[in-house]
């Protein structure tokens, strides 16, 4: 008997844990292959390729962005092979599991909840010939009929799972990985699946490390914890990040999803001697409304919240995403500016503005009727409107939500940015907001645009609004782009208001001992042309530092200025700038 387990992952750099965990759970009664596959390949590939194996049993792990694609693959394999018995599992089909089978008559079995059981004993029963109706957590078809065995109770020692993350040689080169330290959650979030299982369970504290430890060697690109809360167990989650810090990996990091207002001072102080770029936190917020909160079950402080992520913020040392809902109840087009300024002003390295999807199972969309949710009853559920919120504003923070995907959250326009919103508009969301009009009645939002390209844009924004002092912006516009584009021409646009340092006079200053000591102390023993590699040297009409000391209020101090741009490795601190203009005076 041949057993295949697949699934469509998002992006070819993903990995699905789930399918793995199944297939670790029956090697000693199956040998079972896996085969992965991405949403962006074309299905009739997919479909020949599975086909090809000839497989007895197939296996899917289906999620909101697979499944529709799944159900069309599995209905071609019935349709040219009637013998092959297809099973389903996973969150897209664990809370309307018997629906799906009484539509879809193709699909064979269904397994819903936590799979590892009741897919061991699945296979056993599948092996032996023995009937499968006393199987918990197991819905399957009988003729006309489609019958729904009880719930299997939930996995009470987790390491009972076989590792999947033993022997990976380099399976997972370069891949994102995601990873369970635990499961369940200890909030309530009605928006959230997490919020159906009561209580959380840990995996044994040296079967992580261990795990760590073989995706460290195996040289994968990211650890992405899937925790609901990783530091509901400061002291679990503190050992986990001690191990991953002394073993000091390279070229990887550690993503986990944290409640702020959980970390305290010991947590804090910890957090601050951390490797740049190692670990990066993602930060619900959802929203700032009190009434949306109590009506979604949050359990936040967002004063602690704010205090908490500005202080990881100084440290410059960890990349934080921050996350905000739009359609929630009692959140209005208004009440989401406030949320969406409030968390602008704590300036994380990433605002996710996403819009709210009823998940299958979830507290709010069984209550979707008493808020007035509309929305498709297809994959991925995410609402038209509400009682609270229009379509025709949800529209318009879409909008919002890409100008601050393209401008704000890879941190390429920090100061130009600072500078429009400090001086010409009352906050952050309105700036978004007018500018997202100008976006689409240009017809930007129609066409592909370059990092380049966006630099162009916003100046012509800024004209076209004919604000004023254009060479203090275009300034700050020239230094945003040298600050995070190395080696890269200057848009179109962007003008030259002094004459710029020629090339050879570059390297008479990199020559200078006072520039090597003062600046460039970790150069010190490399010739000038592997220096000028990572520098740049380039002069502006204003003083850019004092104006950005200034929080964008200065508009004078328009004289020439020379800056020193060394450029960094690291995911926060791109470059380091410093004001040469001294040095230079006396050199050239």
Known sequence: MKVILSTLNSKFIHSCLAIRYLQG?????????????????N??????????????????????????????????????????????????VSFDGKKILEDNKFIDFIIYGEGEETFREFIGKIISGEDYSNIQGLIYSQGDMVIKNPPRPLIEDLNTIPSPYKNIGNEFENKIVYFESSRGCPFGCKFCLSSTIKGVRYFGIDRVKEELNNLIDGKVK????????????????????????????????????????????????????????????????????LDTIEAIGRTTDFKKLRDITKKIKSYRNIHQHLDLIAGLPYEDYGSFRKSFNDVYEIRPEKIQLGFLKLLKGSELRKDESRYGFKYLDLPPYEILENDFIRYKDIIKLKSIEELVERYYNEGYFEHSLGYIISNYYTNPFDFYEDFSCYWEAEGYHKVSNSRNKLYEILMRFYKYKQFDNVLVFNELLKFDFINNNKGSKIPKGILNYVVNIQQRQIHEVLKNERVIEDYLGEYKELPTKKIIQDIALESFGVNIFKIIESDYTLTGHNYRTDILFVYQRGVINRCKTYDVSHIIKELI
Not at 26 to 34: A, F, S
Not at 54 to 78: A, H, M, Q, R, V
């Open 222 to 289: 990211q650890v992405k914890f899937v925790d609901r809360t990783f530091n509901a167990n400061k002291k679990y989650a503190m050992e986990i990040m001690r191990f991953i810090i002394e073993k000091n990996p390279k070229d990887i990091n550690f993503h986990f999803e944290v409640t702020a207002h959980l970390l305290d001072g010991e947590m804090l102080e910890f957090l601050s001697g951390v490797k740049e770029g190692l670990f990066q936190f993602e930060v619900g917020v959802q929203s700032t409304n």
């Open 43 to 92: 299905i009739d590939f997919i479909t020949s390729d599975l086909y090809k194996l000839e497989p007895d049993i197939i296996g899917f792990s289906t999620y909101i962005w697979n499944l529709t694609e799944t159900l069309n693959i599995c209905k071609i394999l019935k349709l040219v092979n009637p013998k092959l018995k297809i099973v389903l599992g996973g969150p897209e």
């Open 25 to 41: 759970y029956v090697k000693d009664l199956i040998d079972i292959e896996i085969k992965e596959y991405t949403i962006n390949q």
